[in-house]
């Protein structure tokens, strides 16, 4: 038991102390998201020692930013983190990072660059929730969406609101995403209560 914190004088301690979100990996690392630019971090709780993943804006393979909001790992072992730039895939093997963003000219991108939930289902497939602004600078909930990566193609499939189409999206703000022990699949929205997808139809 025991407190962890920053310390500007210990390189093996947190680089911030507010810890957005945490998740535990196959192999028993603690990964923790950081939100005031504190990157992202690993933590080996045997050898009580931290591993520092920070921007640097000269190294493309570096992340994409120091401001996350979410992390989670895939079947094949990668580490994938989301947060105010968009989604971002860590190999460990190579230490580099891919980037995943939004690009209004293609459709199969990542529908929003907002990203804050991530989350593989029992069939090994990726789901990308976006939008969800903390400045109320899209209270008609036009931008994010959920996404469906296909690693095949390293592209998505979108699913967003469509005004009258009462199966689809109510709010494009997604938070919240779960399969539960049944199979079925769940979405939390921003002011637009709970979703159940079908993910055989696409319908909500």
């Known amino acids: 038991m025991g407190t962890f914190r920053h310390d500007s004088l210990d390189a093996n301690s947190l680089p911030c102390n507010y810890i957005e979100w945490i998740f535990l990996d196959s192999k028993g690392l603690l990964w923790l998201t950081h939100w005031l630019k504190g990157g992202l971090t690993a933590f080996d709780p045997e050898r009580q020692t931290f591993t520092h993943y920070r921007h ?10 120091d401001r996350w909001s979410v992390v989670a790992e895939d079947r094949q072992g ?10 971002d895939r860590l190999d460990r093997r190579s230490g580099k990072f891919k980037h995943f963003r939004h690009d209004p000219a293609d459709p199969g991108s990542l529908s929003y660059d907002f990203v804050r939930a991530i989350y593989p289902d029992r069939q090994g497939t990726l789901w990308i929730g976006t939008g969800f602004s903390f400045d109320g600078s899209d209270p008609t909930g036009r931008w994010g969406g959920l996404n469906r990566y296909h690693p ?51 319908k909500f």
């Open 78 to 87: 990668y580490i994938w983190i989301g947060g105010e730039a968009g989604l």
């Open 56 to 65: 640097d804006p000269k190294n493309p393979e570096s992340p994409g930013s």
């Open 152 to 202: 095949e193609t390293e592209s998505f499939t979108r699913f967003m609101h469509e005004p009258g189409n009462p199966n689809s999206l109510a709010n494009n703000h997604v938070r919240a995403l779960l399969e539960d022990s049944r199979g079925q699949f769940w979405l939390g929205t921003d002011q637009d209560g709970l979703h159940q997808l079908d993910r055989a139809t696409g």
